[in-house]
Structures are given as C-alpha cells and as structure tokens.
C-alpha cells in the first residue's frame, strides 16, 4: 500500500516518474522525472519535460503555478517540513496528482 502526502494542487494532471531535487544544470535528466524546487519561480520554465513538480512554496496565483499550468504539468505544494521525507525517497517512483494536491509513494521492504 502507497503512502501519500497531502499539499495544495496548484497545477492538474497526474504525473509519475523518480523523484529529484532540482538542480541547475539537470535539464538533460529531467525527462519523465518529478522535481523537488524550494519555490514555484521562472526555474518551472526550464523544467517542461519533467512528468510533474513538487514544490514547498506558492500558490495557485504564483508565477510558476500559472507556467505550469501553460505546460500542462501536474504541481503541488507541499509542507516544507516534508522536505527530510523527500530527501529519504529520492529516486524512488512517486505519483502526484495535482488536481487533488496528492504524491503517493512506496517505501522499500
């Protein structure tokens, strides 16, 4: 059974893939991955191949919420607290569902 963490959708769809913290200069490996940034910014420009964005500041209104509205990207906010939890599951599957504000992830056995 997933574990899922909830936060504010920002941005609809469902997207899936390993989970990453961005990076400048990851732009070759971002395609198919769901990114971890500290703030929805200009940076979601850049990010237009990643299956989905997980962010722990902005909002609905937010300059990068409404860019990746644009690319049709599925976002959520989450906790910043949250951010440990993330750090433990980096490159594991995730799901985010961005209509809901949900990330459903699975932890190794």
Do not use: Y
């Amino acid at each position: 059974m997933g574990k899922i963490v909830k936060g504010k959708g920002v941005s609809g769809g469902i997207g899936h893939g390993p989970l990453i913290f961005w990076q400048n200069g990851l732009s070759d490996v971002l395609i198919g991955r769901v990114i971890v940034l500290n703030e929805l910014n200009d940076t979601v420009a850049q990010l237009s191949k990643a299956s989905a964005i997980l962010s722990f500041s902005g909002g609905v209104t937010s300059h990068g919420a409404i860019v990746a509205r644009e690319f049709r990207l599925p976002c959520v906010v989450l906790d910043p607290g949250l951010e440990p939890i993330l750090q433990l599951i980096v490159g594991s599957e995730v799901e985010v569902d961005g209509w809901q504000g949900l990330m459903t992830f699975q932890l190794e056995q």
